[in-house]
C-alpha cells in the first residue's frame, strides 16, 4: 500500500484533538504504520517556532508571521514526513498548508498568491493526499475554546478573524474535492467519529 500523508485541519474549537484520537484508534485497529505529528512544530526548530508564533507577547510582521510558519514546515518536510512516507509509514499531521492559507491568508490578509508562490517554493507538487476538515459554526467553536483552554495568540482574534478563516478553509474545500473531506463537527462525537471512520475506509479501500 502506498503509503498516505493525511492532514487534519479546521478552525480553533473545531475538535482536532479529540479526532486525532480517532485516527489513531483507526490505524491501531487496521494495523497500519504511522507516524503523528503537527504544525507548526513537529521538530525541534519546528517546536521552538511554535512557541513563538503561539505566544501572546509575540509581536510580528504579516509577513515574518506567514515566513516563520513556511521555515518550520520545511524543516518538518525534510526531517519528518518525507522520510516517513519514504520508508512506508503513513503520516498524520494535525494542521499543513491549508492553515497558512486560512489563518495568514483569510484571517490576517496575506495575499493568498504569495502563500501559493512560498507553498510551491517549500513544497514543489507536494500536496497532502487527504485532508479531513473539521467545519463547525463560530459560535461553537468559540464556545468551546473559551470553555477548555487559555487562548494562545491565534485565539484571542476576534471573531471577524475566524469567519474569514473558516470561509478560505470551505473555499479551499470546494475548489479541491478531491482532496477533502468536510466533517460536521458540531454533531455528537459519535457521528464525527462515524464519519471519519468512513472517509478512511473508503481512502484506505477496507470494507471492514
Do not use: C
Not at 77 to 83: A, G, M, S, Y
Not at 94 to 102: N, V
Amino acid at each position: 500500500m502506498k503509503p498516505r500523508f493525511i492532514t487534519l485541519d479546521g478552525i480553533d474549537g473545531a475538535g482536532k484533538s479529540t479526532n486525532l484520537a480517532v485516527m489513531k484508534a483507526w490505524f491501531e485497529k487496521h494495523q497500519l504504520p504511522v507516524l503523528f505529528t503537527r504544525e507548526p512544530g513537529g521538530t525541534p526548530a519546528g517546536e521552538a517556532l511554535r512557541e513563538i508564533l503561539l505566544n501572546p507577547a509575540t509581536q510580528v510582521s504579516l509577513r515574518t508571521e506567514t515566513l516563520l510558519m513556511f521555515a518550520a514546515r520545511q524543516q518538518h518536510l525534510e526531517t519528518v514526513i518525507l522520510p516517513a512516507l519514504k520508508n512506508g509509514t503513513h503520516v498524520v499531521s494535525d494542521r499543513f498548508t491549508d492553515a497558512t492559507f486560512a489563518y495568514q491568508g483569510g484571517g490576517r490578509g496575506v495575499p493568498l498568491q504569495d502563500i501559493a508562490t512560498l507553498e510551491h517554493w517549500v513544497q514543489g507538487d507536494f500536496r497532502p493526499d487527504l485532508t479531513l476538515l473539521l467545519d463547525v459554526p463560530l459560535e461553537v467553536s468559540m464556545a468551546r475554546v473559551n470553555q477548555t483552554r487559555e487562548k494562545d495568540r491565534f485565539e484571542q482574534e476576534k471573531a471577524e478573524f475566524f469567519n474569514r478563516v473558516r470561509e478560505v478553509y470551505l473555499q479551499r474545500a470546494n475548489e479541491q474535492p478531491e482532496r477533502y473531506a468536510v466533517i460536521d463537527s458540531s454533531q455528537s462525537l459519535d457521528a464525527v467519529k462515524n464519519q471519519i471512520e468512513t472517509v478512511l475506509d473508503s481512502h484506505f479501500e477496507l470494507n471492514v
